[in-house]
């Protein structure tokens, strides 16, 4: 299974395809393709790919599936004994986004619907005659 670490938003994100993540908004229209090509990781059979701080000529392909907003959270401050209290709330702005493939040199390692489909297994009954 292969998979790579990719930077966005300031934070760093292990990314399989097929797979979608929520993660710092994108201005980007949904339903549309995004490449990603700050990747600080890369793993493919066992094989390693560290970058210095960037993998060169890797990128990672998605698409953006939609916006929307995270769970809401509280800001209370106050300063004891003044009677000064202050509550604010926070929703951060997502882009939930669909990996659809790690590229390497220009060569697609991994894409979704290779890692997506499971090997079939033929079943042999055997009888007694």
């Known amino acids: 299974m292969s998979y ?26 949904p339903e549309e393709q995004v490449s990603i090509d700050k990747v600080l990781f890369v793993e493919h059979d066992g094989e390693v790919t560290i970058g210095q701080p960037f993998v060169a000529g ?3 392909e998605g698409e953006v599936v939609r916006h929307l907003r995270g769970r809401k959270v509280l800001v209370y401050k106050m300063k004891p004994k003044k009677k000064t209290r202050k509550k ?3 929703r ?6 669909l990996i659809n493939s790690i590229n390497l040199n220009g060569e697609a390692i ?12 033929e079943v042999e009954i055997l009888t007694e005659e």
Do not use: C, M, N
């Open 110 to 121: 991994a894409t979704a619907s290779a890692t997506s489909s499971e090997p079939e297994v």
């Open 4 to 29: 790579a670490i990719i930077e966005t938003g300031g934070k760093q994100l292990r990314v399989t395809p097929g797979r979608f993540y929520d993660i710092e908004l994108l201005h980007v229209a």
């Open 88 to 90: 604010r709330g926070h």
């Open 92 to 97: 951060q702005e997502i882009t939930r986004l």
């Open 58 to 60: 890797a990128t990672v």
